[in-house]
């Protein structure tokens, strides 16, 4: 069975930073790329970053570009999401989804088998 665990959400002040982790297990990961979307509350599931498997294809969202940084660890198939200078914008349920077979990053929800559950992230002023 296949399980992304996600972890590291919780209540921040603006401008701090939090670091979620996403840890994948029950499938064999090697050909695939990851993915971090969030949803605010009223809101649909937007793109937050993704991040082939080599590593070296990395995307990020217009809003978060040059405060979030995504990395991976491909031995302990775990993903993660450094957030700094958070506002109350980013606050949202962060989901970590992977893809089967490509190891391309992709921001169409579409284009992912895998979901995590979701841990929620709150900036407050």
């Known amino acids: 069975q296949v399980q992304l665990i996600e972890s590291g959400g919780g209540l921040v002040q603006a401008g701090g930073s939090l670091r979620l982790s996403c840890a994948a297990s029950g499938h064999t990961f090697s050909s695939s790329a990851m993915g971090w979307f969030r949803q605010a509350p009223g809101k649909e599931r937007e793109f937050v970053s993704g991040?082939?498997?080599?590593?070296?294809?990395?995307q990020y969202a217009d809003s978060v570009k040059g405060r979030f940084a995504v990395s991976g660890d491909n031995a302990k198939n775990t993903v993660f999401l450094q957030m700094n200078s958070l506002t109350p914008e980013d606050t949202a349920v962060y989901y970590c989804?992977?893809?089967?077979?490509?190891?391309?990053?992709?921001?169409?929800?579409?284009?992912?088998?895998?979901w995590g559950q979701g841990t929620q992230v709150t900036v407050s002023l």
């Open positions: 991040i082939s498997r080599s590593g070296f294809n990395i």
């Open positions: 989804a992977a893809r089967r077979f490509s190891p391309y990053t992709s921001a169409n929800t579409n284009d992912y088998d895998f």
